[in-house]
């Protein structure tokens, strides 16, 4: 490597470990014990000597009270902790009971008794349930609430949902069977109306994959806490706009201890969804007993199972005789966890019949096609070789005879494979009209999540502590198909690995240092292994195929393809592969914390590199698309043929409609992102304290490794096509302008032709797809205690989103390449039909050279980078990002009033503002002009108009003829070839276009708005007298500015928010039991061992559902609210009477909006959900307990059903016919062993 790339390499490590004297380290799960020494007066005492103990590993912490006897213990880890504190003339104190939880800042002052040192004082009590010693105020889910709230998929990462001033877009037991399952919900959650904007960390280094996901969410076994700041006013917090976690995995301690447990879910305990009973009981009532049988097996639940294992051990490191970790505070922690189930779901293919595949050289008889033999209609089968015009726009073919292909005329190659692999019928068609879903069958789908989790634990000395934790994720997903030998198998692997080390230095009591270094990968994959065994050549396709799937690295067969959705009546075989993607990220954290008097100096820096790794998913193998193109009668689609039957009949005559092969490239893309921060906690009094923070971030725009890129649009760049098209243009003027009707704005004399992309690297022009970004980032918290049982507190910050390869794909148009043969030019007419590459007369089928060789003697479209320039996208849509994409920005604040009450409740009442600005938008900037459209409630005039075309293409590719010299490139490869420019015809609105040679341009553009306002009330009790909950209720009022009503629309319009809904309640609570040992009931002998160790959790979640959104619809009722019914039904959840239903009445494309995307309070179904586990604790030895666990998730099988349908013209407009998801109300069982 080169010395300047060594230097670039190394630069960043050095410049932040220069800072490492003077900064500080973000959050990493350690915390804080801080307070005040006092005499009996209320007097500070200085110099009192403070030692600060870990109970669970000895580790211990010796500092001083200063000269305003104030005291500060920085950096520890989550635990039990005791503080030891002596003065001369003062009795001794010793204080117990206190836990320290993730990232906490607790307060604990000291007051001391009048006498001998040698006399001591002990004290139970654990820390203040309100926060003193700062204005932010993070929460914490504690280590018992991870073991005892039920959570799906034992993903303790889904009680985040419970926390305070949380918004989520989905209910928490919506997901089933594993953590890998359950780790995306977490995506669907954020704070003061962002969601999925989120920022996860693991043990202090980043637990992200893309788009905001979590990489990896460990078990409950490895959680010890997780910390989550949802207001973030701490300036250690950035990079996100929504909520900052930290999940800080358990260690090892002076005493073994550790779990084994294993969880049990059967899926036919699981109760089926609304529409699944309806189903069964609709077609068991009004249908025959075969469409029973198969409602049944396809509705009710399947018998597979889930078995989820895990262990945990923790401890000393001992080495028997030579080392132990006891006295050299070297301590172990490891976990694993193993979930293995089987997916399954009842689903029904179309497959043809035995007389129609022309098994052993039988004619193929489409005879049992629907009314044949007699009539066949629109099932009717036509041979393509007897073609002929039918008038100047259409051409006509004869039948076969009875419906029968005769043996003679089958010629695929591939009809041997599909023979073999397709199975037989087996329902009659029983599912479904016309003999479609005549194959039934359980897709199963075995699964297998494994985690394997190890850490260490060092004190070197009492002032170098240092830990390492490994994280190593695999998943496995099988889906089995429905051919035999399981040729269409699926198979996805992902992986991840999760790296942590950290260093806490202690330079003196008042000077720490903290160092953590972190790296994350992310691995996803798809592959089709079944396929393999059948590779091009071996199925009698060419070996050009054959040759272009090795080199994409997957040596199967191509995609055969039969009739686009929603007419599909044969399953596909062979699928899309692509190789693995990766997401990765190194990151380097260091900083010092420096405290003097009343202030608490903290700074710090970060270095983070994310690096994203990965081929477009596509056609790597070829797709053969075959439909009834070629077997219709006409090649109009008059008499509206049917697709079932027609489309495999082109298969076995060998004759696809099309033949596509995409030819892709492995990008590497990249880009670096700093941050410095300062701040200061100020302990101004015992009442009152002031946090400030200042952070600067700086985000690199992403780099690709070999500029492998197309960016931004230029809409300045000149075009070589522009004065030809003009000419054009200007010669057949008239024609245009007579198109328009009178009322019309004429169209513009000349055409607008220039814009177009612009290529990394190419011309001068940088390698960022967008700008490098910078910003600065003030916080300002403050905390004053009222009383010592009241606390006022509030804060402002702002907050910035992050721009990176992770969440945003490379445009590689130009770098990747497609191919699309169509088999004929003209229909097939012709003494040889035109067909490309083949002459079926002569006995030669399409699909037997699907990819002819090209004028270059290829038989594929080899990638050309960037030489099409400006023309790249010419005749196309195209979507990107600007070259200004900036992240969105918030500004945040609130105003906290606490109350604790007693020593186990507390009570908040929250107010949450904020504004954000730069959202992300997607708006069309090739709009026609807003003068060509019409309001009101009637279909613009002009409609057919502009949507029609007329004679004269000013684009086409003839009047460009003098580029096939000058630019051979972009004449051969863009102007002969897309239809913008080889369609004699034009668009009437392509020429009233701001860009005419493109089609739909569309930036996403950091132009949105949004304001969010939320009430939120929480009421907490931490464990006592057996009972602990926490009950958070919000009331939100928020606004988007994120659509635009009309195309042409300059700014966006504002609508109620989807971000957040109205009301939200969220609440868990554990309840043990009266009964048993130190229990009010039962609590001797006999009954308290049959009746003792009950335990009941329960996690409850309620709001209201998603707003619906419209289309320009056709209201006559007045104001849209009218719409809402106070009880909506299935059958009618709005009221539809003043909608007009009447197809032709209905509003074009250049309608002016008249009816709101969203209408206030007309919402799809919310949820109601409640979780419950009962548990028993049975002690078999004086360590080692049992526990037995029943959990019930959705007790109540609220299960959640679709969005009503919304299009007025459909039969089922505003009424709901399916459910949302399958999951309803599941069962599982549990039992632990606890040492």
């Known amino acids: 490597m080169p010395m300047r790339k060594i230097a670039y390499s190394l630069l960043p490590v050095i410049v932040i470990t220069l800072f490492a004297g003077i900064l500080s380290a973000q959050t990493t799960g350690l915390g804080t014990i801080s307070g005040r020494v006092l005499d009996p007066t209320g007097a500070v005492i200085p110099s009192a000597h403070i030692t600060v103990t870990n109970t669970a590993t000895g580790v211990a912490l010796s500092i001083s009270s200063n000269d305003e006897g104030l005291y500060r213990a920085g950096d520890l880890v989550p635990g039990p902790y005791t503080i030891a504190v002596s003065a001369n003339g003062y009795k001794a104190l010793l204080r117990e009971g206190i836990t320290l939880v993730s990232d906490a800042s607790e307060t604990a002052d000291l007051s001391l008794t009048i006498g001998q040192s040698s006399q001591q004082v002990m004290v139970y009590a654990d820390a203040s349930l309100l926060n003193l010693s700062s204005g932010s105020d993070g929460q914490v889910v504690s280590t018992q609430q991870i073991e005892d709230t039920p959570t799906a998929g034992a993903n303790p990462l889904l009680l985040l949902k419970f926390n305070s001033a949380i918004q989520t877009s989905d209910a928490s037991n919506l997901y089933m069977n594993g953590s890998y399952n359950a780790g995306a919900a977490n995506s669907r959650i954020g704070s003061a109306g962002q969601i999925s904007k989120n920022e996860y960390m693991l043990d202090g280094a980043p637990d992200q994959a893309s788009n905001h996901t979590v990489a990896y969410a460990p078990p409950p076994d490895e959680v010890n806490e997780m910390f989550t700041d949802v207001m973030g006013f701490d300036a250690q917090v950035g990079k996100t706009l929504g909520i900052y976690t930290n999940v800080t995995s358990k260690t090892g301690t002076e005493q073994f201890h550790g779990s084994a447990r294993w969880t049990y879910e059967d899926q036919r305990w699981q109760a089926l969804t609304h529409f699944a009973r309806v189903n069964i009981v609709t077609a068991c009532t009004t249908g025959t007993a075969a469409q029973c049988a198969v409602a049944q097996a396809q509705n009710l639940q399947p018998g597979t199972h889930e078995n989820n294992w895990g262990v945990s051990i923790g401890g000393p490191v001992i080495i028997p005789h030579l080392f132990d970790g006891r006295q050299k505070k070297l301590f172990f922690f490891f976990g694993s966890v193993r979930d293995q189930f089987t997916g399954v779901s009842n689903t029904s293919v179309t497959v043809p019949t035995v007389q129609e595949r022309g098994l052993n050289g039988s004619n193929a008889d489409f005879s049992d096609l629907p009314g044949c033999p007699s009539a066949c209609g629109a099932y009717t089968i036509y041979d393509p070789l007897t073609v002929k015009a039918a008038g100047s726009t259409n051409y006509t073919r004869t039948s076969f005879a009875g419906n029968v292909i005769p043996a003679n005329r089958i010629n695929n190659p591939m009809t041997a494979l599909f023979n073999a692999v397709l199975p037989m019928p087996n329902n009659g068609g029983a599912i479904g009209l016309n003999g479609l879903g005549n194959y039934t069958y359980n897709q199963l789908q075995p699964q297998t999540f494994t985690a394997y989790t190890p850490r260490i634990d060092y004190a070197l000395r009492d002032n170098d502590r240092f830990f390492a934790r490994a994280s190593k994720i695999h998943y496995f997903q099988d889906t089995h198909g429905f051919t035999t030998n399981d040729v269409d198998e699926g198979i996805v692997n992902q992986d991840a690995l999760i790296l942590s080390v950290g260093w806490t230095h202690v330079f003196s009591p008042n000077l720490v240092m903290d160092n953590t270094i972190g790296y994350s990968r992310y691995l996803n994959g798809l592959q089709e292994p079944g396929l393999l065994k059948y590779p091009a050549t071996s199925i009698g396709l060419p070996d050009y195929l054959q040759s272009e799937a090795m080199a994409a690295g997957f040596n199967g067969p191509p995609l055969v393809q039969f009739a686009s959705p929603p007419n599909t009546p044969y399953n596909q075989v062979g699928a899309k592969s692509y190789p693995p993607n990766y997401d990765k990220i190194g990151n380097y954290r260091t900083g010092i914390t420096f405290s003097h008097g009343a202030h608490t100096f903290k700074a710090g820096a970060e270095y983070r590199l994310q690096v994203a790794i990965g081929t477009p998913e596509g056609n790597i193998t070829g797709l053969l698309n075959f439909d009834n193109t070629f077997t219709r009668q006409n090649s109009n689609g008059t008499g509206s043929p049917q697709q079932l039957g027609l489309d495999y009949a082109a298969y076995l005559l060998g004759m696809q409609t099309s033949a596509t092969l995409d030819t892709q490239v492995l990008w590497k893309r990249s880009n670096p992102y700093y941050a410095f921060w300062g701040g200061d906690n100020w302990r101004v009094n015992s009442k009152l304290t002031i946090n400030t923070g200042l952070r600067f971030e700086y985000e690199f725009g992403p780099t690709e490794s070999g500029n492998r890129q197309m960016m931004y649009f230029d809409p300045n760049q000149a075009l070589p096509t522009a004065s030809d098209v003009n000419s054009a243009y200007a010669a057949n003027y008239a024609v245009y302008a007579a198109a328009f009707p009178a009322g019309l704005p004429a169209p513009p004399t000349s055409l607008n032709i220039k814009g177009g992309p612009v290529y990394a690297g190419v011309n001068g022009v940088g390698t960022r797809a967008w700008v490098d970004s910078w910003r600065l980032l003030p916080r300002f918290a403050a905390a004053y205690a009222l009383r010592p049982s009241l606390v006022i507190r509030g804060g402002y910050g702002l907050f910035y989103d992050t721009n990176n390869v992770l969440n945003q794909n490379p445009d590689l148009t130009g770098f990747s390449a497609t191919t699309t043969t169509a088999s004929t030019s003209d229909n097939g007419v012709g003494l040889d039909g035109n067909w490309v590459g083949a002459n079926p007369y002569a006995g030669t089928s399409p699909v037997t ?123 051969q490869n863009v102007l002969t070839q897309r239809s913008q420019f080889t369609s004699s015809n034009v668009s009437i609105a392509k020429l009233l276009e701001p860009y005419p040679q493109l089609g739909t341009l569309t930036e996403y553009a950091p132009v949105g708005n949004s304001k969010f306002n939320e009430l939120n009330l929480s009421w907490r009790r931490r464990m006592s007298n057996g009972l602990s909950f926490a009950i958070n209720y919000q009331q939100n009022w928020q606004s988007d500015q994120d659509w635009f009503a009309n195309s042409f629309d300059a700014v966006p319009s504002w609508e109620p928010s989807n971000n957040s809904r109205p009301y939200r309640l969220a609440a868990i609570g554990t309840w043990e039991l009266p009964f048993g040992k130190n229990k009010p009931f039962a609590n001797h002998g006999l009954m308290s061992k049959a009746f003792g160790g009950f335990k009941l959790d329960n996690a409850y979640e309620q709001q209201e559902g998603a707003l619906l959104s419209f289309s320009n619809v056709i209201f006559t009722g007045g104001d849209p609210k009218s719409i809402k019914l106070a009880h909506p039904t299935y059958g009618e959840w709005f009221n539809t009477t003043n909608f007009d239903k009447i197809p032709a009445d209905q509003l074009g494309a250049y309608n002016l909006r008249v009816f709101p995307s969203r209408v206030p309070g007309v919402r799809q179904q919310g949820y109601g959900n409640l979780n419950s586990n009962l548990e028993r604790s049975i002690p078999l030895t004086e360590r080692v307990d049992m526990k037995l666990r029943f959990e019930c998730f959705d007790v109540f099988n609220h299960t959640l059903v679709a969005a009503p349908n919304t299009t007025p013209t459909s039969a089922q407009f505003g009424q709901v016919t399916g459910n949302a998801q399958n999951f309803s109300r599941f069962i599982q069982i549990q039992g632990k062993i606890m040492f």
């Open 849 to 971: 050279n699907p990819f002819p060789a090209l004028s270059n003697g290829n038989n594929f479209v080899q990638p050309l980078g960037s030489s099409l320039g400006a023309m790249a996208i010419a005749g196309n849509s195209w979507s990107f990002y600007p070259k200004d994409f900036l992240p969105a920005r918030q500004q945040r604040w609130n105003v906290t009033v606490e109350k604790q009450i007693g020593s186990s409740t507390v009570l908040h009442v929250d107010y949450i503002g904020s504004w954000t600005t730069r959202l992300q938008v997607s708006q069309n900037l090739n709009s026609v002009p807003e003068a060509y459209f019409t309001g009101g409630d009637v279909l613009n005039p002009n409609n057919g108009t502009l949507s029609g075309t007329v004679k004269g293409n000013p684009f086409l590719y003839k009047n460009m003829s003098n580029l096939a010299t000058s630019s051979p490139v972009i004449y």
